[in-house]
């Protein structure tokens, strides 16, 4: 299914960004628009999913999943140039991958189109104009992080965790952190809470979001909004730190 295809790849350029922070710094907007952009194009992919049997549709989602692997192996071949070429000749990879990454910009573009064309609606539509109670969103959009096929281990931790989190007569764990060694499945562990189905009929809102070592306010900010509000994306994203800050406080 192409959800699934793009949630990995969305999954993986945000490893790429968290691992290798110093080599996509010059680059790193482009590729969280790339994100950002398959974030809110997931929402009209199960109801795609759901009619591939409509040629046109079907030809649609093929398209998208090659768009994602393309997005992931640019990211992936800056990454393998940029480490292994000397400094005078970075600037034609990062010129070649910046017109690669306009072109998957504008890709989506003429893809939403086509989402409104072929009258594909977001999953999360009808909820999200149920939901509004005094000018407020009561339930937010939430994203699904993909997760490993093969899970050992850990499953008592995830429950044990879950419940802290959700029982709201225990106020004692307002943050939890998981902390380790590089490899021993922190992020995994992440994952499986945040998409348990407790925590996600509990909280009315969820942000996943990755934060390397050279992080920006602002940039942190506008990815938990948009995980809460993708509707405002374009908003979202030119808005000043401060006003992020009172928008994050208002919703």
Known sequence: MAEA????VVGRLTDLLTEKPQILHEVRDEIEA????????????????SRIDVERIGILLRDVRE???????????FVIKASSTKKPFQWMNRGKFSRKMKYIQ??????????SDYNIRP??????SSNRESGKLKRFHSFTTPEPEIFVGFHEDVEHLVQHLVNEADDSYPLISICGMGGLGKTTLAQKI????????HFAGLAWVSISRKWQTDRVLQR????????????ILNMETDKLVEYLLQI
């Open 224 to 235: 938990i909004l948009i995980c809460l509000v993708p509707e405002n994306k374009n908003s």
């Open 194 to 201: 945040y998409n348990h189905s407790a925590i996600k009929t």
């Open 123 to 128: 999953t999360s539509e009808s909820s999200t």
């Open 34 to 49: 790339a994100v950002a952009g398959f974030m809110q194009m997931k929402f009209f992919l199960p109801d795609a999913d």
């Open 67 to 77: 768009l994602a692997y393309d997005a992931e192996h640019a990211v992936k071949s």
């Open 5 to 8: 295809i793009v949630s990995i």
């Open 106 to 115: 504008k890709k989506m573009s003429i893809f939403f189109d086509l989402f």
